[in-house]
């Protein structure tokens, strides 16, 4: 069964901060992973994905999220924060022989001028 | 190249009645899935089609169905409204539905139930 832990609903962080949202995961193969962004009113859309290969994953907007295997996480980190970050951040994972995705609870990032 | 287009956008109804929700993916993709977003219990996995067929099914009661055209276009029927089915209802896209090929998200139907 697969599952995923994000930690910290909220998370804020002054404009020009490093940003960092954690996200677990519990998989009894090896996962797919992702991590999307929703800004209000609108779907989601993908930041990156982890698959195989390399496990320093780079997105689009300057974010990138390293694959630990032994810590099974998989955590979004950006060097400096913008205000055009504000939005909610989903960690998700693909569930084996499917093609659903399994999304954590999502963690609401605030960045304060 | 179009994205993933959801109509309509806003939709009310009442309790007891059913409704029906369009998704269009992007040109050329054949997967489809369909996703629940409420406050309470986040992004939850409803149906996958694939070629006219459900493939995969998530944990809903009976009263949410779906269909796949030829076209891929792909519909989800909600009959027999409650009022816990508001929510924000999200289609997603991708090609041949593999799970290493990302999901494409539209900007979904929010549902509201009175």
């Known amino acids: 069964a697969q599952s995923v832990t994000q930690l910290g609903s909220h998370v804020s962080v002054s404009e020009g901060a490093l940003v960092l949202l954690r996200c677990n995961y519990s998989?009894?193969?090896?996962?797919?992973l992702f991590w999307y962004v929703q800004y209000p009113n609108q779907g989601l859309q993908l930041l990156l994905k982890y698959t195989t290969g390399a496990t320093l994953v780079k997105g689009i907007n300057g974010f990138e999220a390293e694959f630990k295997k032994s810590e099974t996480s998989f955590h979004l980190t950006k060097p400096s924060a913008h205000m055009s970050d504000a939005a909610e951040y989903f960690c998700a994972v693909s569930q084996t022989g499917a093609n659903n995705l399994f999304f954590g609870t999502g963690t609401r990032l605030t960045v304060i001028p | 190249k179009a994205g993933v287009t959801q109509t309509p956008r806003y939709l009310i109804k009442t309790r007891g009645q059913q409704v029906t929700l369009s998704c269009s993916p992007i040109s050329g993709h054949r997967s489809v899935s369909w996703y629940q977003q409420t406050p309470g219990q986040g992004l939850q996995f409803l149906f996958e089609?694939?070629?006219?067929?459900?493939?995969n099914k998530g944990n809903f009661p009976g009263r949410f169905s779906g269909r796949q055209f030829s076209n891929s276009r792909s519909e989800m029927n909600v009959s027999t409204l409650e009022l816990g089915d508001s929510a924000l209802y999200l289609c997603?896209?991708?090609?041949?539905?593999?799970?290493?090929?990302?999901?494409?998200f539209g900007d979904g139907t929010r549902l509201s139930i009175l």
């Open positions: 998989s009894s193969v090896p996962p797919y």
């Open positions: 997603a896209s991708s090609l041949i539905g593999d799970r290493n090929q990302p999901q494409h």
């Open positions: 089609y694939f070629s006219e067929t459900q493939r």
